[in-house]
């Protein structure tokens, strides 16, 4: 029978409201949190995969279940000759030996029950060897083939059945099997939660709320762990971890946006009114007409400008969905509400880029523009700090140099690509001030919504998922090593109607010194060879600031025809008239960077190209890779391919850390459990979480918010 996934098993217990007494404290001591106990080398092998409590052992369900209800006599099993079987039986004496091929082993056996015997080979499997004996009891599943001495077995799985626990365990005729370790076998595991789920498995106590619980028709916690370990019935598993993932995701979203709560009590923000003469002269100096989405963007931020909450919130758009005016406009609302404003971004160049943006949309509005960054010259620097810690109403805009100054008026802050700062820098920036700034993270590093909600869920969020009219698709192809000369040609041919073309050179990942030399090379080479009738420039990391920006002002007022750079030019650089990405061994590139760099080119209303030249042994996710950038457009579907083929990751991960995160939830495939714990939690907060489910999202999910916050 084919199980539908959507809809539950039964479940004992699922609609009742009575739901045994909810505890007082989280976790509880006696209950949850006592420690594991046991021999020392256990105990260590134990803690080295993370479990410490009673609670971790209990979470920790089996990854899959070894299915005994298929077993078969071995002599039944042959004579019916099913390409796939199950069986039971002793392990006869092993064999382990070298093969030809170096490196590989090979261990071999005999299984035998009462009826009959086959024998069994595995491949390199040197910790399977060190842990089966002559003896031990082994349930097998695989393909039977016809060998010269008898008949072989291909195991594709099995599992060994001499825990203290396993025949109790298989009472359902599922044998849970454990991520186990070389000290720590499944055997041991399945006994210590047999021993677990004796002592306190009828007394593990629920945080969710009764309402939620059977509003989602939820089992109760205890039943979901004892029957995420021991199902009895096909599919009670499934229901479990659905539970598990549920109150796992629910404790996150609360843990979230009680973090978000308290920050906006410890200050409030000062409304800003509705915008005015100068919001609207800004909007009507703009070349061109917002899209619906950056209307619906504009709108959600002004909404969060009127109130005395501060804005804390994220502005997704793919690259060159036109973030930056959205931004703008938000910077005007400030300073002509009287206050000062800030945008930072994370690098010179893109600070420079957003100055030249301000020259040409604020300035003539009569809006003053402080721009600070550690290449401003000391003298000009404290005149322009001064301007700012008068209170100046102003905009100020820079990299990482404005948190060093003093902002008492600061009533909106921009923070451009946002996951390259730290939120601790973003604090920081936000406490000078008496009232909290609204601030506005803005990241063109498309997050699936799934994964924005975990690792940013106490930001809300807007996403433009449009792009401004009359953009042509980027022609993306990845270019055989053979005809490297043509896409040197099309370089040529490009420029020669006026367009412009970047050139980026690969990845090394050893060293910045290395890198930038690499690219100095190329430069020199393709300006000696196949660029020489052009004019090719080099920009990266190591050169002077000052040289730096030189090239790229050059570049951007088309003085230079091809800029041959590191991933320098990766974020948001904005020259409409480049039309030709080369990215250099492209499958050594991350999806998101691929887009990202593809992203440079397509943003004027020319026909743009991007040819990606491979590495010379791709590896298959490289390959895969290219793949997907040449088959997609979108950031966010490539965000979500990206997801797919990382696995789930790591929820700190994008925030670049790396403690622990889910259990249960899959962002992949629990996006509707996700949103329902979304929409629960902020219930929650809204009417008051109960000491309960607070102490258990704080329990569960403090340390991580905790090194979110420091990341
Ligand atoms: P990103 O979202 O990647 O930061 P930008 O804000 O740099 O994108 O905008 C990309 C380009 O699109 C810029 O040259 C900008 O002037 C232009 N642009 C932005 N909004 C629009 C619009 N509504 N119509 C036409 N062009 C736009
Ligand atoms: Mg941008």
Known sequence: MRENPDVPAPFPGVDALASPPRPRTWPDPALLAAPIGGPKRRLEGLHAMGLHTRSDLLEALPFRFEDLRRVRPIAEAILAGDADVTVIGRVGAIRERPTRRRGLRILQTTLSDETGSVSLTWFNQRHLARTLEPGARLVARGTLKRGAHGVDLAVRSHELLDGPGDEESAAGGLVPVYHASARVSTAVLRGLVDDALRDVGDRIPDPVPVDLRVRHRLPLRRDAITAGHRPRRQGEQRTARRRLAYEELLLLQLALLLHRDAIDQRAGAVPLGPPGGLSERFRAGLPFALTAAQERALAAIDRDLDRDRPMQRLLEGDVGSGKTVVAFAALVRAVEHGGQAALMAPTEVLALQHLRGAERLLEPLGIEVAYLSGDVPERERRVRRARIEAGEPLVAIGTHALLHTDFPRLEVLVVDEQHRFGVAQRARLAAGAGAAPHVL?????????????????????????????????????????????????????????????????????????????????????????????????????????????????????????????????????????????????????????????????????????CLLYASAEPTPEGAQRLDALVRHRSGFELAEIDLAMRGEGRLLGVAQSGASDLRHARLNSDRRLLERAREDAARLVREGPDDVVRAAAEARFGELIAALRRA
């Not at 969020?461 to 192809?477: A, K, Y």
């Not at 270019?479 to 109607?497: H, S």
């Not at 230079?560 to 974020?571: F, M, N, P, R, Y």
């Not at 998101?592 to 026909?607: D, I, P, Y």
Request: glycine share 8%; net charge negative; proline share 6%.
């Open 441 to 609: 993270h803005m990241t063109a590093t498309p997050i699936p919504r799934s994964l924005a909600l975990t690792a940013f869920g106490d930001l809300d969020l807007t996403v433009i998922d449009e792009l401004p009219p009359g953009r042509q698709p980027v022609r993306t192809s990845v270019v055989p090593e053979a005809k490297r000369a043509d896409g040197y040609a099309w370089i040529v041919e490009q420029v020669r109607v006026g367009r412009q073309a970047y050139v980026v050179c690969p990845l090394v990942e050893e060293s910045a010194e290395v890198e930038a030399r690499a690219a100095e090379e190329e430069a020199a080479r393709l300006a000696a060879g196949p660029l020489a009738q052009v004019r090719v420039a080099c920009a990266h990391g190591q050169q002077p600031a000052a040289e730096r920006q030189r090239v790229m002002a050059a570049f951007a007022a088309g003085e230079i025809d091809v800029l041959v750079a590191t991933t320098v030019i990766e974020v948001g650089v904005d020259v409409p008239n480049a039309t030709v990405m080369v990215v250099e061994d492209a499958d050594r590139f991350g999806l998101a960077q691929l887009h990202q760099l593809r992203g440079r080119v397509g943003r004027g209303a020319e026909q743009s190209y």
